[in-house]
């Protein structure tokens, strides 16, 4: 679809922070058919780089003032698909999580070049370590909101990969059950379970063909995974997760609400072949909020935060919902 002036106007006001120079200036960005490909040209120009907006993350400096700026065009994105779609969706999206997993599993869960399969060993304690970290910093959540013994609790944590988080989450809850969509990733979060003895997890292929139908649970956790999967399957994936909330129950789950320069078209994106590696998708904010209300859920936080990288250019967000009816 072609870029629109609005959409060019904005990447004169947020990449450049200025105005557009001239209307034949913005009239020459409007030859663009993709709003990545316009976005791809101010962030090349140099001067973008002048002005080291897109350094600051990069080079892990401060980040302050590098986040998305509140007046930000509206971006088109299909979020409904049949049924079938749905299910084309999901099929593409294990085909390259199996291959990730065939390949580079350990670093398709964490992009850290210590975690890619030839430096792992070496890395594998910082690995594991992170999870007992993650999983300290939802229970610290859980007990801000009045669950300070979560030791009867029931966990579900949707994406688990290799079990980084998993076998913690069986170590504290009454029990966890892991879903992933990726087999050989369960194969290393079975392996990792039992090397040290985790009794209380139990781990499972996530399947389309169930609805995406998850078991009643007490506590829903996911994070750096709904990005992954394309806005109609992120919208299921949400409302699965509050759906299988028992009453009083909470999930904390993460997903990018704006990519600068992303729009999503589903017919397109399905007769694409793509590359077997991992995709960056958003919903929008305003989704996430409707399908709280229609679950019967109320929302008790919402935070920003770092997990889908480049704060200037993606708004990630936290929310911690509790099922009220």
Known sequence: ??????????????????????????????????FRALVAGFTSSEEFKAKNIATRWDNRQDAIGSFLPVNLPKQRIDVEASEQQLAQCFAKVKITWEHLGQTRAHHSVLTDKDFLPENFAGSAQRFW????????IAEAVLARHGRDDVSGMTAIEYGCGVGRLSTAFGKHFK?????????????????????????????????????????PCDFFYSSIVFQHN????????IRSALRCLRSNGVAIFQVPTYIAGYKFDLSNWLRTDHELDMQMHCVPQSLVYSLIREEGCTLLEIRENGAAGRPDLILSNVFVVEKTR
């Open 1 to 34: 679809m072609p870029v629109t002036r609005e959409e060019v106007i904005w990447c004169y006001q947020t990449l450049l922070g200025r105005e557009a120079e001239s209307d034949e200036a913005t009239s020459i960005h409007l030859s663009h058919n993709d």
């Open 230 to 237: 394309p806005p109609p399957l992120i919208t299921e994936l």
């Open 175 to 215: 029990h966890a059950d892991c879903f992933d969509i990726s087999e050989p990733h369960l194969a290393y979060a079975r392996k990792r379970a039992k090397e040290v003895n985790a009794k209380r997890v139990s781990f499972y292929r996530a399947v389309a063909e169930t609805g995406f139908g998850l078991p």
């Open 129 to 136: 370590a992170s999870g007992d970290e993650e999983v300290a």
